[in-house]
Protein backbone atom coordinates (compact mmCIF):
# COMPACT_ATOMS: atom_id res chain seq x y z
CA UNK A 1 0.00 0.00 0.00
CA UNK A 2 1.49 3.25 -0.91
CA UNK A 3 2.69 6.21 1.37
CA UNK A 4 -0.67 8.55 0.60
CA UNK A 5 -2.88 5.95 1.26
CA UNK A 6 -1.23 5.35 4.56
CA UNK A 7 -1.46 8.55 5.41
CA UNK A 8 -5.08 8.64 4.23
CA UNK A 9 -6.02 5.70 6.69
CA UNK A 10 -4.26 7.21 9.46
CA UNK A 11 -6.17 10.11 9.25
CA UNK A 12 -9.08 8.78 8.88
CA UNK A 13 -8.45 6.42 12.48
CA UNK A 14 -7.58 9.13 13.98
CA UNK A 15 -10.16 11.34 13.12
CA UNK A 16 -12.86 8.47 13.70
CA UNK A 17 -11.39 8.30 17.72
CA UNK A 18 -11.07 12.10 18.10
CA UNK A 19 -15.29 12.09 17.21
CA UNK A 20 -15.57 9.06 19.42
CA UNK A 21 -14.11 10.77 22.28
CA UNK A 22 -16.08 13.68 21.76
CA UNK A 23 -19.00 12.23 21.41
CA UNK A 24 -18.30 9.91 24.52
CA UNK A 25 -19.37 13.15 26.68
CA UNK A 26 -23.11 12.38 27.16
CA UNK A 27 -23.89 9.25 25.91
CA UNK A 28 -27.20 8.19 26.75
CA UNK A 29 -28.29 6.52 29.88
CA UNK A 30 -29.98 2.89 29.66
CA UNK A 31 -33.13 4.73 30.19
CA UNK A 32 -32.92 6.95 27.26
CA UNK A 33 -32.11 4.81 24.99
CA UNK A 34 -36.10 4.08 23.75
CA UNK A 35 -35.61 5.54 20.52
CA UNK A 36 -32.32 4.06 19.75
CA UNK A 37 -33.99 0.76 20.01
CA UNK A 38 -36.47 1.28 17.02
CA UNK A 39 -35.72 -1.56 14.33
CA UNK A 40 -34.86 1.41 11.33
CA UNK A 41 -32.40 3.35 14.19
CA UNK A 42 -30.05 -0.20 13.56
CA UNK A 43 -27.17 0.55 11.71
CA UNK A 44 -27.59 -2.95 9.76
CA UNK A 45 -30.65 -2.80 7.29
CA UNK A 46 -32.50 -5.64 5.70
CA UNK A 47 -30.05 -7.87 5.00
CA UNK A 48 -31.10 -9.74 1.46
CA UNK A 49 -32.21 -6.05 0.53
CA UNK A 50 -28.69 -5.20 1.44
CA UNK A 51 -27.02 -8.00 -0.57
CA UNK A 52 -29.14 -7.19 -3.64
CA UNK A 53 -28.15 -3.51 -3.56
CA UNK A 54 -24.47 -3.94 -2.39
CA UNK A 55 -23.62 -6.56 -5.45
CA UNK A 56 -25.79 -4.52 -8.21
CA UNK A 57 -23.60 -1.55 -7.32
CA UNK A 58 -20.37 -3.52 -7.31
CA UNK A 59 -20.96 -4.49 -10.80
CA UNK A 60 -21.44 -1.02 -12.33
CA UNK A 61 -18.99 1.07 -10.29
CA UNK A 62 -15.26 0.65 -9.50
CA UNK A 63 -15.64 1.33 -5.54
CA UNK A 64 -16.98 -1.51 -3.06
CA UNK A 65 -16.92 -2.33 0.48
CA UNK A 66 -17.85 -0.41 3.46
CA UNK A 67 -20.40 -2.39 5.34
CA UNK A 68 -18.75 -5.32 5.44
CA UNK A 69 -16.12 -8.15 4.79
CA UNK A 70 -15.87 -11.61 3.45
CA UNK A 71 -18.67 -12.25 0.94
CA UNK A 72 -17.08 -13.55 -1.40
CA UNK A 73 -16.06 -11.84 -5.01
CA UNK A 74 -18.16 -11.88 -7.86
CA UNK A 75 -17.87 -12.56 -11.88
CA UNK A 76 -19.90 -8.92 -12.58
CA UNK A 77 -16.79 -6.81 -11.94
CA UNK B 1 -37.44 -5.95 6.42
CA UNK B 2 -39.25 -5.12 9.52
CA UNK B 3 -39.19 -8.62 10.70
CA UNK B 4 -35.96 -9.07 10.10
CA UNK B 5 -34.81 -5.92 11.94
CA UNK B 6 -37.38 -7.09 15.13
CA UNK B 7 -35.86 -10.32 14.82
CA UNK B 8 -32.74 -8.81 16.69
CA UNK B 9 -34.36 -8.04 19.69
CA UNK B 10 -31.66 -8.64 22.73
CA UNK B 11 -31.74 -10.71 25.34
CA UNK B 12 -28.64 -9.67 27.12
CA UNK B 13 -28.85 -6.27 27.64
CA UNK B 14 -32.46 -6.55 28.94
CA UNK B 15 -30.67 -8.64 31.30
CA UNK B 16 -28.21 -5.66 31.82
CA UNK B 17 -30.38 -2.75 32.19
CA UNK B 18 -33.42 -4.37 33.47
CA UNK B 19 -33.02 -3.03 36.77
CA UNK B 20 -33.21 0.74 35.28
CA UNK B 21 -35.73 -0.57 32.29
CA UNK B 22 -38.35 -1.29 34.86
CA UNK B 23 -38.16 2.87 36.18
CA UNK B 24 -37.90 3.75 32.92
CA UNK B 25 -41.07 2.16 31.76
CA UNK B 26 -42.26 4.65 33.96
CA UNK B 27 -41.32 6.91 31.90
CA UNK B 28 -43.46 8.90 28.78
CA UNK B 29 -42.42 7.58 25.31
CA UNK B 30 -40.00 4.68 26.25
CA UNK B 31 -40.50 1.58 24.51
CA UNK B 32 -41.88 -1.69 26.60
CA UNK B 33 -38.83 -3.27 24.55
CA UNK B 34 -35.57 -1.03 25.33
CA UNK B 35 -32.91 -3.02 23.67
CA UNK B 36 -29.17 -2.62 22.67
CA UNK B 37 -28.73 -1.73 19.03
CA UNK B 38 -25.60 -3.23 18.89
CA UNK B 39 -24.73 -6.34 17.01
CA UNK B 40 -22.41 -8.48 20.22
CA UNK B 41 -26.50 -9.23 21.60
CA UNK B 42 -28.03 -12.25 20.63
CA UNK B 43 -31.20 -12.28 18.89
CA UNK B 44 -34.16 -13.85 20.36
CA UNK B 45 -36.46 -14.52 17.48
CA UNK B 46 -36.04 -16.73 14.38
CA UNK B 47 -36.74 -15.18 10.95
CA UNK B 48 -36.72 -16.63 7.64
CA UNK B 49 -37.37 -14.54 4.52
CA UNK B 50 -37.57 -14.34 1.12
CA UNK B 51 -37.05 -11.73 -1.47
CA UNK B 52 -36.83 -11.69 -5.35
CA UNK B 53 -35.28 -9.19 -7.37
CA UNK B 54 -35.63 -8.18 -10.94
CA UNK B 55 -33.26 -5.83 -12.48
CA UNK B 56 -32.51 -4.19 -16.51
CA UNK B 57 -29.95 -1.48 -17.19
CA UNK B 58 -29.93 0.07 -20.59
CA UNK B 59 -28.26 2.36 -22.83
CA UNK B 60 -29.47 4.91 -25.32
CA UNK B 61 -31.14 2.75 -28.00
CA UNK B 62 -30.34 -0.76 -25.82
CA UNK B 63 -31.63 -2.61 -23.27
CA UNK B 64 -28.84 -4.41 -22.12
CA UNK B 65 -28.83 -6.91 -19.38
CA UNK B 66 -31.58 -8.07 -17.29
CA UNK B 67 -31.67 -10.36 -13.87
CA UNK B 68 -33.51 -12.08 -11.93
CA UNK B 69 -32.77 -13.38 -8.87
CA UNK B 70 -34.82 -14.99 -6.31
CA UNK B 71 -32.61 -14.93 -2.90
CA UNK B 72 -33.94 -16.64 0.62
CA UNK B 73 -32.24 -15.93 4.13
CA UNK B 74 -32.42 -17.49 6.95
CA UNK B 75 -31.65 -16.17 11.09
CA UNK B 76 -31.42 -19.11 13.73
CA UNK B 77 -31.07 -18.51 17.50
CA UNK B 78 -29.46 -21.14 19.32
CA UNK B 79 -29.90 -21.43 22.95
CA UNK B 80 -29.29 -18.14 23.88
CA UNK B 81 -25.98 -18.09 23.13
CA UNK B 82 -25.49 -17.99 19.48
CA UNK B 83 -26.47 -17.63 16.62
CA UNK B 84 -26.97 -19.09 12.82
CA UNK B 85 -27.14 -16.68 9.69
CA UNK B 86 -27.59 -17.97 5.92
CA UNK B 87 -28.55 -16.90 2.67
CA UNK B 88 -29.00 -18.03 -0.93
CA UNK B 89 -29.26 -16.24 -3.92
CA UNK B 90 -29.78 -17.14 -7.78
CA UNK B 91 -28.96 -15.19 -10.71
CA UNK B 92 -30.26 -15.80 -14.29
CA UNK B 93 -28.71 -12.86 -16.53
CA UNK B 94 -29.43 -12.29 -19.93
CA UNK B 95 -28.43 -9.65 -22.50
CA UNK B 96 -24.86 -8.18 -23.28
CA UNK B 97 -22.18 -6.33 -21.80
CA UNK B 98 -19.86 -3.92 -23.86
CA UNK B 99 -16.50 -5.51 -25.15
CA UNK B 100 -14.87 -2.38 -25.29
CA UNK B 101 -15.95 0.90 -23.94
CA UNK B 102 -19.85 1.18 -24.66
CA UNK B 103 -19.97 -1.17 -28.13
CA UNK B 104 -21.66 -4.46 -27.88
CA UNK B 105 -21.56 -7.20 -30.45
CA UNK B 106 -23.80 -9.61 -31.37
CA UNK B 107 -21.44 -12.05 -29.73
CA UNK B 108 -21.38 -10.86 -26.90
CA UNK B 109 -24.58 -11.49 -25.50
CA UNK B 110 -25.11 -14.28 -23.26
CA UNK B 111 -27.28 -16.22 -20.74
CA UNK B 112 -25.89 -17.35 -17.67
CA UNK B 113 -26.33 -18.27 -13.97
CA UNK B 114 -24.69 -17.33 -10.43
CA UNK B 115 -25.34 -19.41 -7.56
CA UNK B 116 -24.10 -17.56 -4.03
CA UNK B 117 -24.66 -18.35 -0.59
CA UNK B 118 -22.79 -17.55 2.50
CA UNK B 119 -23.44 -18.99 6.47
CA UNK B 120 -22.38 -17.09 9.73
CA UNK B 121 -22.05 -18.48 13.38
CA UNK B 122 -21.82 -16.45 15.81
CA UNK B 123 -21.11 -17.00 19.58
CA UNK B 124 -22.32 -13.95 21.66
CA UNK B 125 -20.57 -13.59 26.08
CA UNK B 126 -21.09 -10.83 28.18
CA UNK B 127 -20.50 -7.41 26.12
CA UNK B 128 -19.02 -9.58 23.49
CA UNK B 129 -19.63 -11.97 20.06
CA UNK B 130 -17.02 -13.30 17.82
CA UNK B 131 -18.28 -14.64 14.64
CA UNK B 132 -17.02 -17.17 11.05
CA UNK B 133 -18.44 -17.16 8.21
CA UNK B 134 -17.81 -18.58 4.69
CA UNK B 135 -19.21 -17.35 1.57
CA UNK B 136 -19.65 -19.34 -1.98
CA UNK B 137 -20.15 -17.77 -5.83
CA UNK B 138 -20.28 -20.12 -8.77
CA UNK B 139 -20.46 -19.05 -12.29
CA UNK B 140 -19.79 -20.76 -15.24
CA UNK B 141 -16.34 -18.75 -15.42
CA UNK B 142 -15.93 -17.77 -11.83
CA UNK B 143 -15.66 -19.30 -8.48
CA UNK B 144 -15.08 -17.32 -5.62
CA UNK B 145 -14.38 -18.84 -2.09
CA UNK B 146 -14.40 -16.63 1.06
CA UNK B 147 -13.71 -17.21 5.24
CA UNK B 148 -13.82 -14.90 7.65
CA UNK B 149 -14.16 -14.24 11.28
CA UNK B 150 -14.45 -11.22 13.70
CA UNK B 151 -15.47 -10.05 16.91
CA UNK B 152 -17.33 -6.87 18.33
CA UNK B 153 -16.80 -5.66 22.10
CA UNK B 154 -18.74 -3.48 23.68
CA UNK B 155 -18.05 -0.99 26.53
CA UNK B 156 -19.30 -1.11 30.25
CA UNK B 157 -22.43 0.78 29.56
CA UNK B 158 -23.54 -0.03 26.31
CA UNK B 159 -23.09 2.25 24.51
CA UNK B 160 -20.32 1.79 22.54
CA UNK B 161 -19.04 -1.37 20.55
CA UNK B 162 -15.73 -2.43 18.67
CA UNK B 163 -16.09 -4.02 15.42
CA UNK B 164 -13.17 -5.90 14.30
CA UNK B 165 -12.67 -8.92 11.37
CA UNK B 166 -10.71 -10.25 8.52
CA UNK B 167 -11.58 -11.93 5.51
CA UNK B 168 -9.50 -14.07 3.16
CA UNK B 169 -11.14 -14.46 -0.42
CA UNK B 170 -10.08 -16.48 -3.55
CA UNK B 171 -11.38 -16.41 -7.10
CA UNK B 172 -11.18 -18.75 -9.32
CA UNK B 173 -11.64 -16.97 -13.60
CA UNK B 174 -12.59 -18.42 -16.92
CA UNK B 175 -13.62 -17.73 -19.66
CA UNK B 176 -16.11 -18.57 -22.58
CA UNK B 177 -14.19 -19.31 -25.50
CA UNK B 178 -10.96 -19.69 -23.80
CA UNK B 179 -10.93 -22.94 -22.10
CA UNK B 180 -6.99 -22.44 -21.50
CA UNK B 181 -8.06 -19.53 -19.39
CA UNK B 182 -7.26 -20.56 -15.28
CA UNK B 183 -6.39 -17.59 -13.28
CA UNK B 184 -6.47 -16.78 -9.56
CA UNK B 185 -6.86 -13.91 -7.51
CA UNK B 186 -6.90 -13.81 -3.86
CA UNK B 187 -8.03 -10.70 -1.37
CA UNK B 188 -7.25 -10.11 1.94
CA UNK B 189 -8.99 -7.92 4.17
CA UNK B 190 -8.82 -6.37 7.59
CA UNK B 191 -11.77 -3.62 8.91
CA UNK B 192 -12.18 -2.04 12.88
CA UNK B 193 -15.32 0.40 13.36
CA UNK B 194 -16.49 1.78 16.07
CA UNK B 195 -20.49 1.91 16.72
CA UNK B 196 -21.83 5.04 19.08
CA UNK B 197 -25.01 5.81 21.06
CA UNK B 198 -24.07 9.77 20.88
CA UNK B 199 -27.45 10.78 22.10
CA UNK B 200 -31.00 9.27 23.06
CA UNK B 201 -31.53 9.99 19.12
CA UNK B 202 -28.55 9.80 17.57
CA UNK B 203 -26.18 6.37 16.72
CA UNK B 204 -22.94 6.91 14.40
CA UNK B 205 -20.81 4.31 13.04
CA UNK B 206 -17.20 4.67 11.71
CA UNK B 207 -15.28 1.60 9.90
CA UNK B 208 -12.53 1.24 7.83
CA UNK B 209 -11.61 -2.08 5.87
CA UNK B 210 -8.42 -2.04 3.97
CA UNK B 211 -7.72 -5.27 1.46
CA UNK B 212 -4.70 -6.28 -0.43
CA UNK B 213 -5.34 -8.38 -3.48
CA UNK B 214 -2.99 -10.28 -5.58
CA UNK B 215 -3.45 -12.26 -9.36
CA UNK B 216 -6.00 -11.81 -12.41
CA UNK B 217 -7.64 -8.26 -12.24
CA UNK B 218 -7.90 -8.37 -16.33
CA UNK B 219 -11.59 -9.14 -17.90
CA UNK B 220 -11.55 -11.48 -20.02
CA UNK B 221 -14.22 -10.38 -22.16
CA UNK B 222 -12.87 -6.98 -22.98
CA UNK B 223 -10.39 -6.43 -25.48
CA UNK B 224 -7.57 -4.79 -25.07
CA UNK B 225 -8.13 -5.05 -21.46
CA UNK B 226 -4.78 -5.58 -19.26
CA UNK B 227 -4.48 -4.56 -15.93
CA UNK B 228 -1.81 -4.56 -13.08
CA UNK B 229 -1.61 -7.60 -10.70
CA UNK B 230 -2.08 -6.31 -7.69
CA UNK B 231 -4.59 -4.26 -5.99
CA UNK B 232 -4.72 -2.14 -2.27
CA UNK B 233 -7.80 -0.76 -1.25
CA UNK B 234 -9.21 1.34 1.08
CA UNK B 235 -12.17 2.32 1.94
CA UNK B 236 -13.32 4.63 5.48
CA UNK B 237 -17.33 4.76 6.09
CA UNK B 238 -19.39 6.76 8.65
CA UNK B 239 -23.07 6.06 9.25
CA UNK B 240 -25.45 8.13 11.02
CA UNK B 241 -28.79 7.37 12.31
CA UNK B 242 -31.02 10.29 13.23
CA UNK B 243 -34.57 10.09 14.92
CA UNK B 244 -37.00 12.93 14.27
CA UNK B 245 -39.36 12.92 17.04
CA UNK B 246 -41.54 15.93 15.62
CA UNK B 247 -42.35 13.24 12.57
CA UNK B 248 -41.81 9.91 14.66
CA UNK B 249 -39.42 9.45 11.43
CA UNK B 250 -35.79 8.46 10.96
CA UNK B 251 -33.51 10.04 8.73
CA UNK B 252 -30.43 7.03 7.78
CA UNK B 253 -27.36 8.56 6.50
CA UNK B 254 -23.95 7.86 5.15
CA UNK B 255 -20.60 8.68 3.45
CA UNK B 256 -17.54 5.91 2.01
CA UNK B 257 -15.07 6.93 1.11
CA UNK B 258 -12.43 5.07 -1.64
CA UNK B 259 -9.18 4.82 -2.92
CA UNK B 260 -7.56 2.21 -4.25
CA UNK B 261 -3.89 1.79 -5.96
CA UNK B 262 -5.63 1.70 -9.94
CA UNK B 263 -5.51 5.35 -8.92
CA UNK B 264 -9.35 5.34 -8.64
CA UNK B 265 -10.75 7.62 -5.74
CA UNK B 266 -14.59 7.39 -5.15
CA UNK B 267 -17.02 8.98 -2.72
CA UNK B 268 -20.56 8.11 -1.84
CA UNK B 269 -23.38 10.14 -0.05
CA UNK B 270 -27.00 8.36 0.44
CA UNK B 271 -29.87 9.12 2.86
CA UNK B 272 -33.44 7.49 3.53
CA UNK B 273 -35.65 8.80 5.30
CA UNK B 274 -37.96 6.34 7.14
CA UNK B 275 -41.45 7.84 7.80
CA UNK B 276 -44.03 5.36 9.65
CA UNK B 277 -47.57 5.51 8.62
CA UNK B 278 -49.86 4.35 11.09
CA UNK B 279 -48.99 1.58 13.06
CA UNK B 280 -48.63 -1.04 10.22
CA UNK B 281 -46.96 1.00 7.47
CA UNK B 282 -43.10 2.34 7.00
CA UNK B 283 -42.74 4.38 3.77
CA UNK B 284 -39.09 4.99 2.87
CA UNK B 285 -37.77 7.25 -0.27
CA UNK B 286 -33.99 7.04 -0.38
CA UNK B 287 -31.43 9.24 -2.63
CA UNK B 288 -27.81 7.93 -3.59
CA UNK B 289 -24.80 9.74 -5.23
CA UNK B 290 -21.61 8.49 -5.90
CA UNK B 291 -18.84 10.13 -7.84
CA UNK B 292 -15.06 8.50 -9.05
CA UNK B 293 -12.22 9.36 -11.03
CA UNK B 294 -11.03 7.39 -13.43
CA UNK B 295 -8.13 4.75 -13.24
CA UNK B 296 -4.66 6.02 -14.41
CA UNK B 297 -4.80 2.93 -17.13
CA UNK B 298 -8.44 3.58 -18.08
CA UNK B 299 -8.21 4.62 -21.99
CA UNK B 300 -10.82 6.75 -23.46
CA UNK B 301 -12.03 6.04 -26.57
CA UNK B 302 -9.49 7.51 -28.49
CA UNK B 303 -8.13 4.62 -31.23
CA UNK B 304 -4.58 4.31 -32.72
CA UNK B 305 -4.26 5.72 -36.17
CA UNK B 306 -2.71 2.27 -37.74
CA UNK B 307 -4.43 -0.47 -35.69
CA UNK B 308 -7.58 1.62 -35.20
CA UNK B 309 -10.51 0.34 -33.08
CA UNK B 310 -10.61 -0.87 -30.37
CA UNK B 311 -6.75 -0.44 -29.43
CA UNK B 312 -5.62 2.79 -27.90
CA UNK B 313 -2.88 5.01 -29.09
CA UNK B 314 0.47 3.48 -29.17
CA UNK B 315 -0.96 -0.30 -27.95
CA UNK B 316 1.55 -2.92 -28.13
CA UNK B 317 1.16 -6.12 -26.28
CA UNK B 318 1.50 -6.20 -23.06
CA UNK B 319 0.39 -2.58 -22.60
CA UNK B 320 -1.22 -2.05 -19.26
CA UNK B 321 -4.82 -0.25 -19.99
CA UNK B 322 -8.10 -1.12 -20.08
CA UNK B 323 -11.76 0.17 -21.78
CA UNK B 324 -13.90 -0.72 -19.03
CA UNK B 325 -16.68 1.82 -18.52
CA UNK B 326 -16.86 1.19 -14.84
CA UNK B 327 -12.95 2.58 -14.67
CA UNK B 328 -13.32 5.92 -16.00
CA UNK B 329 -14.71 8.94 -14.71
CA UNK B 330 -18.38 9.70 -13.62
CA UNK B 331 -21.44 10.65 -11.49
CA UNK B 332 -23.97 8.79 -10.35
CA UNK B 333 -27.94 9.47 -9.19
CA UNK B 334 -30.27 6.99 -7.54
CA UNK B 335 -33.58 7.46 -5.91
CA UNK B 336 -35.71 4.30 -4.41
CA UNK B 337 -39.32 3.80 -3.00
CA UNK B 338 -39.21 1.71 -0.53
CA UNK B 339 -43.02 0.50 1.35
CA UNK B 340 -43.31 -2.13 4.18
CA UNK B 341 -45.94 -3.71 6.00
CA UNK B 342 -46.27 -5.56 9.19
CA UNK B 343 -49.51 -8.20 8.89
CA UNK B 344 -49.40 -9.18 12.10
CA UNK B 345 -46.73 -10.26 14.91
CA UNK B 346 -45.08 -12.71 12.32
CA UNK B 347 -45.29 -11.80 8.98
CA UNK B 348 -44.07 -8.76 6.78
CA UNK B 349 -43.68 -8.04 3.38
CA UNK B 350 -41.78 -5.03 1.64
CA UNK B 351 -41.67 -3.46 -1.69
CA UNK B 352 -38.66 -1.57 -3.31
CA UNK B 353 -37.97 0.61 -6.56
CA UNK B 354 -34.92 2.05 -7.39
CA UNK B 355 -33.79 3.97 -10.79
CA UNK B 356 -30.01 4.67 -11.03
CA UNK B 357 -28.28 6.74 -13.69
CA UNK B 358 -24.47 7.15 -14.84
CA UNK B 359 -23.31 10.39 -16.40
CA UNK B 360 -19.83 11.19 -17.25
CA UNK B 361 -20.68 14.98 -16.25
CA UNK B 362 -22.12 14.14 -13.15
CA UNK B 363 -18.81 13.35 -11.50
CA UNK B 364 -17.99 15.67 -9.33
CA UNK B 365 -15.39 18.37 -8.93
CA UNK B 366 -14.60 18.09 -12.94
CA UNK B 367 -15.50 16.32 -16.64
CA UNK B 368 -16.10 13.00 -16.45
CA UNK B 369 -14.13 10.44 -18.99
CA UNK B 370 -15.61 11.75 -22.84
CA UNK B 371 -17.02 9.66 -25.76
CA UNK B 372 -19.41 7.55 -23.21
CA UNK B 373 -23.19 6.75 -23.68
CA UNK B 374 -25.31 7.69 -20.47
CA UNK B 375 -25.98 4.35 -18.44
CA UNK B 376 -29.46 3.76 -16.28
CA UNK B 377 -31.15 1.27 -14.44
CA UNK B 378 -33.85 0.32 -12.71
CA UNK B 379 -35.07 -2.57 -10.14
CA UNK B 380 -37.53 -3.73 -8.08
CA UNK B 381 -37.67 -5.83 -4.72
CA UNK B 382 -40.23 -7.75 -3.18
CA UNK B 383 -40.02 -9.44 -0.29
CA UNK B 384 -41.87 -11.41 2.68
CA UNK B 385 -40.71 -12.46 6.02
CA UNK B 386 -41.76 -14.93 8.99
CA UNK B 387 -40.49 -14.81 12.63
CA UNK B 388 -41.19 -16.86 15.39
Given at each position: MNVRLRVIAGLTLAASLTACAQWQVQPPAAWERGLLA?????????PLQERFDQHIHMSKENASGG?????GGCGCN | MAAIENG????SSRRADRSLLAAALLLPGVLPLAQQAHAEAAPEQAVVAAKVLDYQDRQPGLERTHVQAPAVYLLLPIRGEWSLEASLVQDSVSGASPRYHTSISSASRQTERRSAGDVKLTHYAARQSWYAGAAVSDEHDFHSRALSGGASFSSEDNNRTLNLGAAFTEDRIGATGDPTLDARRRTMQVMGGVTQNVSPRDIVQGSLTLSRGTGFYD?????PDHRPDQRNQLVAAARWNHHVESHGATLRSGYRYYADSFGIRAHTVDAEWVQPVGSRWRITPGVRYYTQQAARFYVDPVYDAVLGEPFPPGWTPGTISSPDQRLSAFGALSASLKLDVTLDAAWAMDLKLERYEQRADWRLGGKGSPGLAPFSARWVQLGVSYRF
Open positions: KPEMRIEGDSGIGG | SVTSDPYKF
